[in-house]
């Protein structure tokens, strides 16, 4: 009975009010669509970084004749040279921190060079000479690159000491950047949500001031009042929700999955599974956000 | 039943208070009449009875419970043993006679089978047993009055409040609805009206509580709108001596002012 009464008062505050519901709807549902974005992107960072960074190494470049940095003289790294930088990489300072390492020769370097750049122009220019010889090392904690540049650095006929996690920070902080700015234009959305669904609870209440006086007059609880609003609330705001779900779960499937991953082959994306993760994520944000807001509005309207 | 102790209420940005130190003591099956000019504070006081205020200073006592320690969550289970009736009858035009009445069962969560018992149960007893299908806009002024009077009376409650319930009524119907109060004031509940209606007031002699700029300057059990004994009491509350009635209780409602 009361169930019934309360569902009926909702449907009529739906119906009456059905352009601000409408708007409710489609706010909720772009500010959940950048919130589901930014959370996915935040995933695929994370997941990103976990694949590449297990991946990265740290290159010990030797010297080249065209070279003058480091401890270089215009020449190439003799032989002694290079066999005193692989002893140290196998001596027992270093050792223990070294998952694998392997020399590349500069045909070996231009090789690779050639495969990677296949059919660009500078692939022509590049001749063997121009490339260093180089040791890879994979170390047993990526973050630990430091005791390379420490151990190594100084000596003769070594050029450089290159960790490819810095090339990858750089990535990682555009992407940060843009999942944050996705964050940001989120909460600027969440707020004009939350506002947007207590001023439609207030006008809802207006129109049925008449109703409310009655039921306040005659005793009937606050919780019975409210409900209805708040339901109402929700309703508008989880409508919206789950069209923000639909459009992450789209955006995955057709953007991510169906283009990106054709595109860019070698990249790991998030896929379908990560979506379904964020929808009731984002059902739940609208529910609670039009819940709270919803109450603070009514709860001050009906203040004695 | 209602007890007030020096209660004073003083609205927020108003200097003068709409009640200034006002006791008194309203017992069961009391019928009351509630005078005094618009502005005088009569509202005020239903209001606090009603705890849709909390008094400035002072306390009340309603039905055995402190007003003042009812927690807001308790207001509403409070207010279920009071009914109102206003001087604009406050229907929900789109409900039927029936919905009307029903609506106050509904929202406090009574069961279908008691609604369907209560609600033609107080229709028969405001007189309406046969238009409970009706919309209040096909209704009389007076009967509008009633199906009020029987959404306040459904629930039994133990006290009545009306505010002005003949104010939009004409002498005849206005007579119509004094019966059906005495009738229900006769059957146990406790009756407080606030009225500018001398006529009524008169004819029906019962307890008259006369407030003036906040206080009560008269409380006679079988008075009438204005009392000949005491004309001395409404000087220095701010009325010009001219304006007080001279001759008798029916120069009263010009002289007492608005109606509205």
Request: glycine share 10%; with cysteine.
């Amino acid at each position: 009975m009361r169930i019934g009464l309360v569902l009926s008062e909702v449907g009529q505050g739906l119906r009456r009010n059905l352009s601000m519901v409408i708007s409710v709807v489609l706010v909720t549902f772009i500010s959940l669509t950048f919130v589901g974005a930014a959370v996915l992107l935040q995933m695929q960072i994370t997941q990103m970084k976990s694949y590449w960074f297990d991946r990265a190494q740290v290159a010990v470049y030797m010297c080249t004749e065209f070279s003058t940095v480091g401890g270089c003289d215009q020449q190439v790294a003799t032989p002694d040279q290079v066999a005193l930088v692989q002893a140290q990489l196998e001596g027992i300072t270093l050792a223990p921190f070294i998952d694998t390492f392997y020399f590349e020769t500069q045909q070996q370097a231009f090789e690779n060079f050639q495969e990677q750049f296949a059919g660009d122009a500078v692939a022509d220019l590049i001749s063997p000479e121009l490339l260093p010889e180089a040791f890879w090392v994979n170390l047993i904690d990526p973050t630990q690159s430091a005791i390379l540049s420490d151990a190594l650095g100084g000596l003769a006929g070594v050029e450089s000491i290159v960790d490819q996690r810095s090339y990858l920070d750089q990535i990682f902080d555009i992407l940060n950047v843009s999942s944050l700015t996705a964050i940001g234009i989120a909460a600027l959305m969440l707020v004009a949500a939350a506002l947007l669904i207590s001023t439609t609870i207030r006008l809802s209440a207006f129109s049925r001031r008449r109703e409310i006086g009655i039921m306040r007059l005659v005793g009937a609880s606050n919780r019975f009042i409210q409900t209805p609003f708040i339901i109402e609330g929700v309703v508008a705001a989880l409508i919206g929700s789950v069209l923000a779900g639909f459009a992450v779960v789209g955006i995955v499937q057709f953007f991510v999955q169906g283009y990106l991953a054709e595109t860019l082959p070698l990249t790991s994306f998030v896929g379908l599974s990560d979506a379904l993760l964020v929808v009731p994520i984002l059902l739940g944000a609208g529910a609670l956000l039009a819940a709270l807001s919803a109450n603070v509005a009514i709860t001050r309207y009906l203040r004695v | 039943m209602i007890r007030f102790d020096e209660v004073s209420k003083v609205y927020r940005g108003t200097a003068r208070p709409a009640l200034n130190g006002v006791s008194l003591e309203i017992l069961s099956g009391e019928f009351v009449f509630l005078v005094g000019a618009s502005g005088s504070g009569k509202s005020t006081f239903l209001r606090l009875v009603l705890k849709e205020e909390r008094p400035s200073s002072g306390g009340i006592h309603v039905l055995g419970q402190d007003l003042g320690a009812i927690s807001s969550r308790k207001v509403p289970y409070f207010r279920r043993n009071l009914g109102v009736v206003f001087q604009d009858f406050r229907l929900l035009p789109n409900k039927t006679v029936f919905d009307n009445v029903a609506f106050t069962l509904q929202v406090i969560g009574k069961s279908k089978g008691f609604i369907h018992e209560a609600v033609p149960d107080a229709l028969k007893t405001v007189g309406l047993d046969g238009k409970a299908q009706r919309f209040p806009h096909e209704l009389s002024g007076g009967e509008q009055q009633r199906v009020a009077i029987a959404r306040a009376v459904v629930n039994k409650p133990a006290i009545l409040l009306a505010d002005e319930p003949t104010g939009n009524l004409d002498p005849e119907t206005s007579a119509g609805i004094m019966a059906l109060l005495e009738r229900i004031n006769a059957n146990g509940t406790t009756v407080i009206m606030a009225t500018h209606d001398a006529g009524i007031v008169d004819r029906l002699q019962r307890r008259v509580i006369e407030v003036i700029g906040g206080r009560i300057v008269r409380d006679e059990r079988g008075g009438g709108y204005k009392t000949q004994a005491h004309p001395v009491v409404n000087q220095g509350f701010g009325m010009a001596p001219s304006a007080l009635p001279v001759v008798a209780p029916f120069a009263a409602p010009t002289s007492v002012g608005e109606q509205r």
